[in-house]
């Protein structure tokens, strides 16, 4: 193979500087935009594949999100799981669409604009302030061995910089932080929107005690405090979801901490037999607890050295030896 790259081009400033830079390294540098109706995206990939001088093709993986992304993330939300779609996406659609087009021009490699480092096939945190390795902890064995990341030396506001240095027509774009396919960040109105209106219910102690009416589990999450409209005189949060019984539990937050969780699914990066010692992220954030993970085939088991604050049923839990990734999988 050449050395040719197929980069998913998002219409945004990272995966438009991720692309400059990869041509600097002298790759031949291949733009897919993946496509899901957003129109001023789809244009301004357009712009920057025109400025670059890169050819660009689209990709619409519309049917392929919905069945292994957007399903899935309504089905857990209607369960009392909150799931993190990206994670999602990034091994079942987004990578396996950028492996697929890469195999069919024969590039060894594809890149994204993510802030992570990839090195001998082993996957790293980025720079602390806009670390995203936690997102890619679902990336198999395979997908990561032929991943090149650019932007994993930088932060955001280099990379913005670089962009105005490059002459770069998204360089003042600003940044995307909501779901691609829920961009008003409203859950509860999406999942409106596709006809299902799961009931009102109860909002009870852990005693049972009936504290006052919610407007259905799909509104909440755990932890939550903000929209619960109860008049309880002082803080209170969501402490549990019974989707079995229809009822949201509230607490003054000391259900919240947990010094253990149990983890299915793993994605092992670095493939574990006995017990193991890491940091454990349970959220996309900086925050890390160091953590004893004994692993179980496909399930571990983690005890926090610190009880962590909602873990929360649907959320993914990642696995770091120092700066490497050595797995994640779905907290149960």
Request: hydrophobic share 40%.
């Amino acid at each position: 193979m050449d050395k040719k790259v197929v980069l998913g081009l998002s219409g945004g400033v990272d995966s438009a500087v991720a692309a400059r830079l990869l041509q600097q390294q002298g790759f031949e540098v291949f733009g897919l935009f993946l496509d899901i109706g957003n129109e001023g995206a789809r244009e301004d990939a357009h712009k920057v594949a025109d400025e670059l001088g890169l050819p660009l093709k689209i990709a619409d993986i519309s049917i392929e999100l919905e069945k292994n992304v957007c399903r899935p993330f309504i089905e857990a939300y209607l369960r009392g799981q909150t799931p993190n779609p990206c994670i999602l996406c990034n091994p079942k659609v987004k990578f396996r669409t950028l492996l697929e087009y890469a195999d069919s021009i024969c590039a060894e490699y594809v890149s994204t604009g993510h802030y992570a480092r990839v090195s001998e096939g082993k996957l790293f945190k980025g720079r602390p302030e806009n670390d995203q390795s936690y997102m890619l902890s679902g990336l198999t064995k395979a997908q990561v061995a032929r991943l090149i990341l650019p932007l994993g030396d930088f932060n955001k506001t280099e990379v913005r910089a670089m962009a105005e240095s490059m002459g770069l027509p998204v360089a003042q774009k600003p940044a995307s932080m909501e779901i691609c396919f829920i961009p008003d960040k409203n859950y509860s109105a999406y999942i409106e929107k596709r006809g299902i209106v799961p009931p009102e219910g109860n909002f009870v102690d852990a005693d049972g005690n009936v504290l006052g009416r919610h407007r259905g589990i799909y509104h909440y999450t755990i932890g939550q405090r903000r929209g619960l409209n109860i008049a309880a005189g002082k803080r209170i949060f969501v402490s549990e979801i019974r989707p079995d019984t229809n009822e949201v539990v509230l607490s003054e937050g000391e259900e919240l901490l947990a010094d253990k969780i149990s983890v299915s699914d793993v994605n092992w990066l670095v493939p574990q037999a006995e017990e193991f010692k890491a940091d454990v992220r349970v959220r996309h954030s900086r925050t890390s607890t160091k953590a004893s993970v004994m692993p179980d085939g496909a399930n571990a088991e983690v005890c926090f050295e610190v009880p962590v604050r909602a873990p929360t049923k649907g959320q993914t839990a990642a696995f770091y030896i120092g700066d490497e990734v050595i797995g994640g999988g779905r907290i149960v």
